[in-house]
């Protein structure tokens, strides 16, 4: 409203409303698609998918644990995380590694979905190492990954304020290719590993670009030691350690237990963020299964009821020819 002091009449000035709806549907979808993008992305904290049980597959975040076993293994993996919550993240993986016989090569590839809300994330990657060895029976494996990863929302999945509105009739789908690299030392007993799964920065846009969200480089940091602690029980204390720029670190610390080599129980702490019961037993001598509850040690806790994680490992090596030194990570 506009005064005009001269004659003291009032004059009332409005927008056309075709562009005031205009404003107002560029404005809720700029909204609704960052707040979605930035979800999927987990932008603030978890921009990749994270396992309570990282240790059993490295493969995943570190191309360089590929074939370090000696013989070919498969992992599949399903969490399903802060059950309660709508939109809650679901991620699934499946993954297989080998050596090349009478090489130092070791490949594998790893798939994984991640479901957030609206949005689903799948990645597909090949991996490629190569290992050197030590006179002291200690090895270092180079890795290299390439893939990349599709990035789909779906809009017919929100409560919408104007279903018929054009802007939602078009879904997103985007495909980012990208590389990874890491290195991985270890002995009999021992594991030290730094990886980056993903070396190029990505940004996730709609179509008309009016909201973009950027996937930066995430650094881990992984370390494990077995100690026989009598002729029955071993202590396996492992970490990763998480760095990505513009988010705190994230530090995962599990102590688990392996009994008789057949059964395993222990406890992991996210730092700031979760506490963690772990089991898994050795099914056969080539079914390992394993499965991990986590608790929120954050006010999230009073909005979920945990965080559910189950996986199989299965190893393919030769059973007329057992593993004469069995690796325990």
């Excluded at 998918?49 to 360089?64: D, F, K, L, V």
Aim: glycine share 8%; proline share 4%; net charge neutral.
């Amino acid at each position: 409203m506009l005064v005009n002091k001269n004659n003291d009449q009032v004059i009332y000035t409005s927008i056309d409303k075709s562009v005031m709806e205009n404003i107002k549907k560029t404005m809720l979808k700029k909204l609704v698609i960052g707040f979605i993008v930035m979800i999927s992305c987990n932008a603030i904290a978890q921009q990749e998918p994270q396992y309570t049980q990282y240790m059993y597959n490295p493969s995943q975040i570190n191309p360089a644990y590929s074939g370090s076993l000696g013989y070919a293994s498969m992992f599949g993996l399903y969490r399903t995380q802060w059950v309660g919550l709508d939109g809650a993240p679901k991620t699934a993986n499946l993954s297989f590694h080998k050596p090349i016989e009478n090489t130092k090569v070791g490949y594998g590839i790893n798939i994984l979905n991640d479901r957030i809300g609206p949005s689903e994330l799948t990645y597909f990657n090949a991996d490629f190492s190569y290992t050197l060895l030590f006179g002291d029976d200690s090895r270092l494996a180079l890795g290299l990954k390439a893939g990349g990863e599709l990035l789909n929302i779906d809009f017919t999945k929100l409560s919408q304020y104007n279903p018929g509105d054009v802007l939602y009739q078009n879904n997103i789908n985007r495909f980012s290719p990208n590389i990874g690299a890491g290195f991985y030392y270890y002995t009999d007993n021992a594991y030290l590993g730094l990886s980056v799964p993903m070396l190029l920065n990505t940004a996730f846009y709609d179509e008309v670009a009016i909201s973009t969200a950027n996937r930066r480089q995430n650094f881990y940091l992984t370390a494990g030691k077995v100690y026989d602690l009598n002729y029955y029980i071993k202590f396996k204390p492992a970490l990763v350690a998480k760095v990505v720029s513009g988010a705190p670190l994230q530090l995962d610390l599990t102590a688990n237990f392996l009994i008789n080599e057949k059964f395993t129980a222990g406890l992991a702490y996210r730092m700031s963020a979760a506490l963690s019961g772990l089991v898994g037993f050795q099914a056969t001598d080539k079914l390992f299964i394993g499965y991990g509850y986590d608790r929120e040690t954050t006010r999230l806790s009073n909005f979920n009821s945990g965080s559910h994680e189950l996986f199989l490992r299965f190893d393919l090596f030769n059973s007329n020819q057992p593993i004469e030194t069995p690796r325990f990570f």
